[in-house]
């Protein structure tokens, strides 16, 4: 059974970084991918960036690209994403999330995960 718990969310000016991370039981069981997708209030659902098992192949929404980095640690079965130079745009509910049948490559568009959390809120803001 997969459980994915957030942390790390918070409150944070333009140009603020913050890093959040996703405990998860059962991340490395037969996942494709796992990544960060998020939600704005009023706007559509976005894939964020997903990360390959073995960690080799990354892929990033194009919003995000140069400024967020995810990475994982399967000994830990945690995953990170550290976002740097955050906009206001930026704002959202992140969840952890995984896919099934799908390869995590680069293409600058993730899709909505197959599952996910309950999410950390990310505020930017002056």
């Known amino acids: 059974q997969l459980v994915l718990v957030e942390s790390g969310g918070g409150s944070v000016q333009p140009g603020g970084s913050l890093r959040l991370s996703c405990a998860g039981s059962?991340?490395?069981?037969?996942?494709?991918?796992i990544g960060w997708v998020r939600q704005a209030p009023g706007k559509e659902r976005e894939g964020v960036s997903c990360i390959s098992p073995s960690g080799d192949s990354t892929n990033y929404a194009d919003s995000v690209k140069g400024r967020f980095t995810i990475s994982r640690d399967n000994a830990k079965n945690t995953l990170y994403l550290q976002m740097n130079s955050l906009k206001p745009e930026d704002t959202a509910v992140y969840y952890c999330g995984a896919w099934e049948d799908y390869y995590c490559s680069r293409t600058g568009e993730v899709p909505w995960a197959d599952y996910w959390g309950q999410g950390t809120q990310v505020t930017v803001s002056s």
């Open positions: 059962g991340l490395t069981l037969g996942y494709d991918a």
